[in-house]
């Protein structure tokens, strides 16, 4: 089945320490690839989106992300994290010929002080 | 300022009490959706819409209803709600669907 896979349900960290966060997908083709982040209480923002071309993608908040298509994975990095980056984070995939999106679990990160 | 709203935020009704969940985007956008979110589910469709007239199932349809009559309003119809609809809902608009969708701040649902 087409889905969009967040390996990790909780992720904690130190402030200052560097973070991956995975997603993995399984479309035969390459979708569009989007992480949101919803902070407690929040909606949904978009952090950062690939369609095409460069494989490293630049976001708001200091988030990168990168896709592999080898691997079929975009996974969301950032080199120092803060404090203020405690929130949930989303994957989520378009196929570039559907209509619909589809969001993976999540994966709920804490930062440690 | 560009948003997209949702009324009301929190609402508390019991089995079988027809309910509306409005939405309502200012940004002139085609597309607009509704999700649902569940603890470790992260968020399904329920229904999307690609124009005025035009709405289509998402993954998770059952017990829900929509209208797009008009291209700023998507409202979300439970004509006989259930426990099992007990949810937080989302309301999201986006020029296309490719775009960043823009979600509404949300509205937890309990019914009991």
């Known amino acids: 089945a087409q889905s969009v896979t967040q390996p990790d349900i909780h992720i904690t960290v130190s402030e200052g320490a560097s973070l991956e966060l995975r997603c993995n997908y399984s479309y035969g083709a390459t979708p569009y690839l989007f992480w949101y982040v919803q902070s407690p209480g929040q909606g949904l923002q978009l952090l950062l989106k690939?369609?095409?071309?460069?494989?490293l993608v630049q976001g708001i908040k200091g988030f990168e992300a990168e896709f592999k298509r080898s691997q079929s994975s975009f996974n969301l990095r950032k080199p120092s994290v803060h404090w203020s980056d405690a929130a949930e984070y989303f994957c989520a995939v378009v196929l570039y010929n559907n209509n619909d999106m589809r969001f993976g679990a999540g994966t709920r990160l804490t930062v440690k002080p | 300022e560009a948003q997209v709203t949702q009324n009301p935020r929190y609402l508390i009704t019991v089995t079988g009490k027809k309910l509306t969940v409005t939405c309502s985007q200012n940004?002139?956008?085609?597309?607009m959706s509704w999700y649902r979110q569940d603890p470790g589910l992260g968020l399904r469709q329920i229904y999307y819409s690609m124009n005025v007239e035009v709405t289509d199932k998402g993954d998770v349809p059952e017990g829900y209803k929509v209208s797009r009559k008009e291209k700023r309003n998507f409202p979300l119809i439970l004509e006989s709600p259930s426990p099992n609809q007990t949810s937080l809902y989302f309301c999201?608009?986006?020029?296309?669907?490719?775009?960043?969708?823009?979600f509404g701040p949300g509205t937890r649902l309990t019914v009991l």
């Open positions: 690939y369609f095409s071309g460069d494989t």
């Open positions: 999201a608009s986006s020029l296309l669907l490719n775009n960043e969708q823009f």
């Open positions: 940004m002139n956008h085609e597309y």
